[in-house]
């Protein structure tokens, strides 16, 4: 049966569920985390467990209005999307419409509710338009936002919200999750070990999408680093072809320089996406010099933005990743 399936966030699902059960409805919520954590999966739980005509707190999966949220046909449940070319939320077309439509009567019983995923793509005017909505709330909207990062929503945006970070699951509630998606016990191991705790990325890892050469490209530069081989450096990351994978990398090798540091320092480290490289790596390089890596790659992502030319980017990160040498 199709039902809503939220892995762990257990404080978060109970808490809501509370707010809810009580009739203490937020007029407006803030989902963040990093992609792949089920925000929007977690937008339409909340959308569910405010109109299930079963008024528990959280979806039966099974009354007429779960039903329709699970389908995507729920008339009161708008899912705002961005019209720019490039992506991005537009105040006229796509903002405005919504903060009207919200002093509109619901048609069924419940609540109507916009989900605005993505919220790092509403500019400031965008964001001030749904600013006037969350300061003077129509009685029965809801608004669901969902962000990569806190820091993409205004200060005075968070001040009226109820916001809350998702966090990253199990690993047996991953794997039961990867499993039931089609993959076998030795995939959901693997996936795990590349993106612990993070089913869409595991989902996308297996399936042979972006993440997945990501994982490769990141793998075969600590390799190349262990070797103390300046060139395989610049030959794994001129791998590197986009601006989303350049990211990845980036996010993918600090975890494992993470785990390069704990097993410096004697800690049990955290899965990573090459637990094998992150041990090599902390037997030769100092902590010290790892973290200050760290800094630089951090600092490369920020500076992504500005590298018209990816081969530019990719030939700093290689320079810089030598010097762990
Ligand atoms: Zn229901």
Redesign the pocket.
Known sequence: MNCFKIYGNEYVKNKLSTMISKGRIIPSILICGEKGLGKSEMAKYIA?SL????HSGS?????????MILNDSHPDVTYVLPSSKAGLYRVKEDIRPIVSDAYVTPNESGKKIYIINDAQKLNTECQNALLKVFEEPPGESVFILTADNRQSVLETILSRVFSFEMSRVLPEDAKKAVMQNGFDSEKAQDAQSAFPGNIGKQLEYLRGEDVFDAVKIARSVTDAVCQKNEYEILKAYSQITDRETAYSVIDILLEILSSAVEYASGAEPCLCAYNEGARKISGFAPASRIVSLCEILLDAKEKTQGFANISVLTAVLAAETAKLQ
């Open positions: 569910a109109n299930c005509e079963k979806p039966c999966s099974q009354c007429r209005s779960c039903r």
